[in-house]
């Protein structure tokens, strides 16, 4: 596999390292090893024009990343050439956590991010879980809605940020993409196998640990090992880091 790859049962194709936007949004309730500022404007531009540069195309956010959404739409400049993962269901006000999985929740949030991301469709979007996954899948409106928003031709792709195996192993089984935690420390291998047997995507969270992981060249190694793996979603606002990270994930793929 290149560094650019199909994800599975979709005709998306992504970069095998993708940009996670916490940190151009939020800096409140989060837990990376040191305190950050917010970059301005000319900053996340410079980073948006790295990212692209380096072949870069995936770009993560989410309604509870503060105002990461508004930013991207309004500092993403050729919207087509990339890939925008955005989700649903966790909302982040006040410093404090809320879900909501009804459809008409859903519904609001898919219509907000495409107007705060200032586009006319998401080419993915994530159920962005707060713990209970099968409940979720099982019992909410959740999934119904997401695949009315895809017949719409609001969404390409659909999927869940996952918490927990059980979890990931019914969003893998109802879902194109699932999302899950692949680290070091942490590995939701059952899932990643039972995805890749069955051709389902995966983008994997936190797979720096958040920040906390002693090496960064190990995690590399261990994150581009596996082929069930469509892309590495890994948060940065150092444009040092993001050259780094680049550098890495190509050695381990084999392409330059
Ligand atoms: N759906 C969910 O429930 C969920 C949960 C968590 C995360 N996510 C997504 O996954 C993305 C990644 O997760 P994450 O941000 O929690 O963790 P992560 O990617 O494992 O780690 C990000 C942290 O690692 C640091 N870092 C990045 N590259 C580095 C390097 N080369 N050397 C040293 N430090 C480096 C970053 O700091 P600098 O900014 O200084 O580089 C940042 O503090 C998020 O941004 C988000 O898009 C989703």
Sequence with gaps: MGFVRNIPGTDISVSALGLGTVKIGRDQSVKYPQSFSIPDDGAVRKLLALARDSGINLID???????????????????????????????????????????????????RSLKRLNTDYLDIVLIHSNGNDEDILENSDCVQALQACKEQGKIRAIGMSTKTIAGGLLAASMLDIVMITYNLEQRDQEVLDFARDHKKGVLVKKGLMSGHAGSVRESMKL??????????????????????????????????
């Design 61 to 111: 956010t989410a309604p509870a990343y503060g105002n990461s959404e508004e930013r991207l739409g309004t500092l993403l400049d050729k919207r087509h050439d990339w890939v925008i993962a955005t989700k649903t269901g966790e909302e982040f006000e006040a410093g404090v956590s809320g879900f909501d999985f009804s459809a008409a929740h859903t519904r609001m949030s898919i219509d």
């Design 223 to 256: 994150l581009f090992a596996d082929e069930g793996i469509s892309s590495v979603i890994i948060g940065t606002i150092n444009p040092d880091h993001m050259a780094e990270n680049v550098k890495l994930a190509r050695e381990q793929i084999g392409t330059d």
